[in-house]
């Protein structure tokens, strides 16, 4: 039993350039999250999908675009990086039940983007 | 705007002694509340859950109270070791999960 999985763990990229960040999880939770984490900034949504089908913009969703692609896989892509795009990301998956409630959620290891 | 305030201050305490942690927040009334523990280099791993009609949960050496009136949250962790050096997180459910910036517990020995 992985949990979620996100690949790649490292990668630098030049201004400008594109990336897609991957995730899967194996715990068949409906809900998929990306979030990103900078110093002294915690833990801020980018993107999130409630549900296999739909997406919802976070705290900080531009410059991203996400795509769910089944109930296991939630995409994350910079379509032209940027130096403030540099953090760490990481997806996350619950299950929201009825009444808007969450399971716990799982946290894959991370990715740290460099965008120089 | 909801607010969830973690103090920023690391807390620096002995072996042997509680750590007490406090989650505040703001402009909402969440139905339950949930705390992480998260260690450099890695993400967020859930420790407790604590919902609305409850006081207080307990796990092992580690307490969550839940006070609606106050919109605080605490975690206590009782005879703290130096393995439970990290950054303690506290969550909650807006719009979708919202966390604090976390609170960063040293424990010497």
């Known amino acids: 039993n992985a949990g979620v999985t996100q690949t790649p763990k490292f990668q630098v990229l030049k201004t400008g350039q594109s990336m897609t960040l991957q995730c899967a999880q194996d715990?068949?939770?409906?809900?998929m999250y990306w979030y990103r984490q900078d110093p002294g900034m915690g833990l801020r949504l980018i993107y999130y999908?409630?549900?296999?089908?739909?997406?919802d913009k976070g705290e900080v969703p531009n410059g991203y675009n996400v795509s769910r692609l089944n109930k296991r896989e939630f995409s994350l892509r910079l379509e032209s990086a940027a130096p403030s795009q540099t953090s760490v990301y990481f997806c996350?998956?619950?299950?929201?039940?009825?009444?808007?409630?969450?399971?716990?959620?799982?946290f894959g290891q991370g990715t740290r983007l460099t965008v120089v | 705007s909801q607010k969830i305030e973690q103090n920023s201050e690391a807390l620096n305490i002995q072996e042997g002694k509680t750590a007490t942690l406090t989650c505040n927040y703001t402009?909402?009334?969440?139905?339950?509340l949930q705390w992480y523990r998260q260690d450099p280099g890695r993400g967020p791993v859930f420790l407790l859950l604590?919902?609305?009609?409850?006081k207080e949960k307990r796990k092992e050496r580690l307490k969550v109270t839940f006070d609606t009136t106050l919109k605080q949250s605490l975690f206590h962790i009782t005879a703290s070791q130096p393995a439970d050096s990290a950054t303690y997180l506290c969550?909650?459910?807006?719009?979708?999960?919202?966390f604090g910036k976390g609170t960063m517990l040293l424990v010497s020995p």
């Open positions: 996350a998956s619950s299950y929201l039940g009825q009444g808007l409630m969450n399971t716990e959620a799982f």
């Open positions: 715990m068949n939770h409906n809900s």
């Open positions: 999908s409630a549900s296999e089908g739909t997406t």
């Open positions: 402009n909402y009334s969440p139905a339950y």
């Open positions: 604590i919902r609305e009609n409850e």
């Open positions: 969550a909650l459910r807006y719009s979708t999960l919202t």
